[in-house]
């Protein structure tokens, strides 16, 4: 064993010599290439295997994407394939077909009315809870905060009858809470909550003591204070919340299957609607899918720093 | 304590700057006293503590806490809400076929989606570390993310098209059968038709007229043979090679000369052999021997023993090609969700993971190579254990989302039963036409029972924390 030990010790060294200048295996030279070898192969393996990858995780959405870009008959005739062979089958007809129709720009815009609001007031409720859990002292803060956290994986399922039920009963002077925007928007909030208040309280948590002090010894109100020095602070952490709860609303479809009407229903739902002929209506669901994913991409894109951040914060941490 | 609290904001914050400013930060260990004190003065009281929690506590209180022992009270009544029926909305989730399946397919999900998803993630994670384009690589994955499933659905639904003509999954398929298996499938072929022809048809196989000899030839000429199913290895057919004794040779061809011309029931110079046709020979109802033939069209039944056979061609030469799998068919289905899923949550399952990598220390790493492991020994022994926790953390996330996914399977599952899963169900029940209330609070109590280990998990986990 201790032999074995011994000529191996060498080898991390060698190894490390020969991506610095290729000859300080010298002693060795056999061991020293074939590692180097291993190395190389095996990185040319995983080259190979993650652009196969790659490839997997591109093609369907390519595909939805040319097929968006072709006419119906196109594509019930062949694959989208079928373009690189015959490009103009390209046409952006399906897309101004369907920007014609009046129940989809509706939906699109319903999408925009219930995810900006949703993702403001989660961003603003969460920080004011937020702050308070950090920085502030009560009786019962812990245990209050242990229950957010235990209302973090609660499965929207278990809310959507009762709350169904509670949104029909709302109902003043001709304004009917079920199936308006504004209880979509609540419903969201509301799920959003948890996440959003146990990922700012960690952040704000770590907002150094002194700085907070001095402020409120230079007589600033819990108000201002919140207004000036957390919220400017918490930036990376609630633009991350943003973009999180931004794509979760915008992507949802099972809470405005159940709460929105049809004035009020956001583009997931139109596009189910839509559904039940899947081949005959390519050519509007295929467009109707890109263009509700194009804006998250666009998101995603921009912000994947935050994006990733959040990720991060939400679970590992 | 009290005192304080009552003080108001303004006052406290008055008194705070009354305080020489300057001595804030740099409190001496003389000076505890008046430190606490001008501390305290500076807590701000619980009332208004609770003003900053209260929207928060609105909305949780009357949208998720309500909600829960809502639907726990009105799982244990029947669909109208006027009978109570103790347990037997819960025992309904158990019975009948549709519910069944939805919960064993619910046990697959858990099983088999955060198992995959997490091992995927880490090898893409630990494989991302070796090359270059690693970041490129990573955005890639974690794209479809950040796509609703709607979208993941349909792009899936256009994947899994059954025509590979259409869809892409089976395109490929098709594609890669095609280039082991030979894939080659006549349709529409048959003999010429007419008395006195060497062969005829047979329900929907080829045979010979006549009993051929063990030591003879036999030809097969075949018209109706679609340009397009030749493959392209055909070669211009021969003549039958020469048979010993116990043999029978032949000749399976294109019997059409280009342009005209050429010899009916003959390989002539222009025509085609037909590769890749099973041939068998049959004496009573019994095959005794079979053989495929060449790219020229020739084939060489060995071993027919005595007596004289029907050569026949069985009908899965004329049959349709491969088509694929039946992806969306009622076994594929639910893996096939699975996969679509896969490609939606990799992404998540690797970044963590390449985090909790990029965070391991390095000397760890070098010590256990120093040591003289391997490569797969540091992996297995050094790498796998401190990412440990990384893991369960990934695992249970994923067990948590996948016991709620509902969208992917409603779309790519369009309604069909054989892919249900309880997220789908309770939906089903309670608002897709079943109108079971009761039920569908029942399942939406379960679900979130399911759920309550990762809750107490994550509640454990905060606290250590704190500690």
Redesign the interface.
Known sequence: MST??RT??V??AERDDDGANGNGAAGSPRRGFAARATARL??GL??A??AL??L??????L??LV?SLRSNAD???????QVFTKPSQLSFSSYSALLDKPDFVDSFWNTILITVPTTVLVVV??S??A???AW????G?DW?F?L????????????????A??YGKIDFGGFQMFGSIAGVV??H???G??FA?FLLRNFFAAIPR?LL??A???????WTI?RRVIFPLGGPAIASLGIFQF?WV?????VS??FAGTDSQPM?KW??SQ?RQ?TGN?DI??PG??L??II??V???AF?RY??QG??AG??K | MSAHEEVP??A???G??A?A?GT??TGTPGDKAPRRSR?EG???P?W???L??L???V??G???????V??VI?SFFDAGGDSFVGLDNYAGVFQGHDNLVSVRNTAVWVVVAPTVVTIVGLL?AV??E??RWAT??K?????????????SG??????Y?QDP????AN?AMVAIHDTFAGGASYPGAGPRNGDGQPVKAEGGAVVTTAAVDPGRTALVPLLRVKPETLPKTAKPAAQPPSAQSGEVTGTVWFDFTKGGGGQSNAPNAGESGLPGVTVEAVRGSKVVATATTKDDGTFTLRKVGDGPVTIRLPQDNFTASYRGAEWLGSTLITPAIIVSYL?VWAG?AM??IA??LAAIPRDAL?AA????ATEWQVFRRVTIPLLAP?LV??LV?LV?NV??V??LV??IG?GDPNASVL?LQ??TE??GGGND?GA??A???L??LL?MP??LF??RR?RQERK
């Open positions: 074995a030990d191996d010790t080898e991390p095996g990185g995983a080259q295997l993650l990858v790659a997997f995780w591109l093609v369907p959405t595909g939805l097929a594509n019930n005739a062949g694959g989208w394939w409720i969460a004011l809870a702050y308070a859990f502030m002292e009560f009786p803060r209050l242990l957010v956290v235990a209302l973090l994986v609660v499965p929207v399922q278990v809310a959507l009858l009762p709350v039920k509670l609540l419903f909030v509301a799920f909550l948890p208040i002194d002090e001095a409120r010894m230079d007589g600033g109100s819990e919140f794509l915008w992507n949802d479809l099972l299957l159940v997931t596009l189910q559904m899947f390519i669901l295929a899918a890109f509700s994913l998250p991409l998101v995603f894109f994947q994006f990733v990720v991060l679970s590992v | 904001p303004a406290t914050a008055g705070a700057a305080v400013p804030a930060d501390r500076l807590t701000p619980s208004l503590a609770l900053f929690l929207p928060a506590l909305l949780l009357f949208l998720v806490v309500y909600p829960i809502y639907s009105r893409f494989l991302a070796r090359i490129v690589f955005l890639v994955v974690f794209m479809p993310m950040a796509i609703s499933f709607l979208a349909v792009i899936f639904r256009l994947v098209e003509d259409k869809g892409v395109a490609w998540f970044v963590l985090a909790g070098e190579r120093v040591d003289g990384v953390v990934v996330t948590i016991l709620k509902f969208d409603f779309i369009g997220a309770m939906w309670a608002f209330q569908g609070s399942i939406a109590v679900l979130f759920v990762a809750m994550n509640i905060l």
